[in-house]
């Protein structure tokens, strides 16, 4: 594992693991919970949900540790400004955050992979486990491809705030990369009692030139964010004509009040803030996607219909140039 600069040395480095440890130990420990209620050590599956709490509490409370420690390390040297200025800082804390991604990945699979193996021997045994079991089992898959989509989300906003910072181009599938999304998105989708289904126009769409991680980030953004607000059937379309491609991501959910939508591209914003209610997310994912598009030469509108009207939906359209290898 990569480690920090000697300038910056101090003990925030440290700070920095420790805080993905926990984050680790708490994925470990939601998935320990699900073997606590057998009936020969607890009578009732009280344990289960303290357990699964307190795992979800470490992961977010690792997160924002390590997140503070490089704060905390940018404020000790001049507001990240080190010795080569803001974007020496930036790229360093970019690469950080490639190396917990990374890590965090690996036990993240893990976990899924034995919740896959718990569902196989239950269903092999016929074993009588409470619904609680299932529950949780059904949770940490469902929440497994957002846990995925913040920590990238975290990744980006990093590199977007690099002055200066590449921007690569070279062939791209995107027909694979909406694929990709949405095999990764239809057992959560399934979990909600929602379908999800994509086309492209041509069927043979072929290569553009674009970046395929900063592609396969919006479409992520919008897939989740039609899973949190939409109704229960997304449709996402990718079509092309001798320019640009697009792709659409559109739902049959109740729409977005006129009121919201000059807000929703805005950094940090959610419906929920105009509500005074309590965030469900941390209102990035539409403006980094937004921003993603416009470092690529593209747009990203929306367009709704908001119920009680009949034709109440929602669609994000994303638009991109197709590109050439001199771009």
């Given at each position: 594992m990569a480690t920090l600069p000697s300038r910056h040395t101090g003990g925030h480095p440290v700070l920095a693991y420790a805080g993905i440890f926990l984050a680790v130990v708490g994925l470990g420990v939601m998935v320990a919970s699900l073997f606590i209620p057998l009936t020969w050590v607890f009578p009732e599956p009280w344990p289960v949900e303290p357990l699964s709490y307190f795992g979800i509490a470490a992961v977010v409370v690792g997160l924002a540790v390590a997140v503070g420690s490089y704060v905390a390390i940018g404020g000790s040297n001049g507001n990240g400004k080190g010795p080569n200025g803001v974007d020496d800082w930036s790229r360093l804390t970019e690469q950080q955050f490639e190396t917990f991604q990374h890590d965090l990945?690996?036990?993240?699979?893990?976990?899924?992979?034995?919740?896959?193996?718990?569902?196989?021997?239950?269903a092999a045994t016929g074993e009588d486990v409470s619904i609680v079991v299932h529950e949780l089992l059904d949770e940490i898959e469902e929440q497994a491809p957002s846990f995925r989509l913040m920590m990238a989300n975290m990744q980006v906003m990093i590199n977007l705030e690099t002055p200066d910072a590449p921007i690569a181009r070279y062939p791209v599938e995107p027909t694979?990369?909406?694929?990709?999304?949405?095999?990764?998105?239809?057992?959560?989708?399934?979990?909600?009692?929602?379908?999800?289904?994509?086309?492209s126009e041509p069927e043979e769409f072929g290569l553009v030139y674009s970046e395929a991680a900063a592609l396969e980030h919006i479409i992520a953004n919008l897939v989740d964010n039609a899973l949190r607000y939409g109704g229960d059937y997304i449709e996402i379309s990718v079509v092309r004509d001798a320019r640009q491609f697009r792709i659409s991501v559109s739902d049959n959910g109740p729409g977005i009040p006129d009121h919201y939508r000059p807000h929703l591209f805005t950094r940090g914003w959610t419906p929920e803030m105009g509500r005074s209610d309590e965030k469900t997310s941390s209102g990035l994912g539409l403006y980094i996607s937004r921003t993603l598009a416009h470092r690529y030469g593209g747009e990203l509108s929306v367009e709704s219909v908001a119920a009680p009207n009949p034709d109440h939906r929602t669609v994000f359209a994303l638009t991109l140039p197709i590109g050439s290898p001199e771009a």
């Open positions: 990945g690996r036990p993240m699979r893990r976990i899924l992979g034995k919740c896959r193996e718990v569902r196989g021997v239950l694979a990369v909406v694929s990709r999304i949405v095999e990764r998105y239809t057992g959560q989708a399934a979990e909600q009692g929602k379908d999800i289904a994509w086309w």
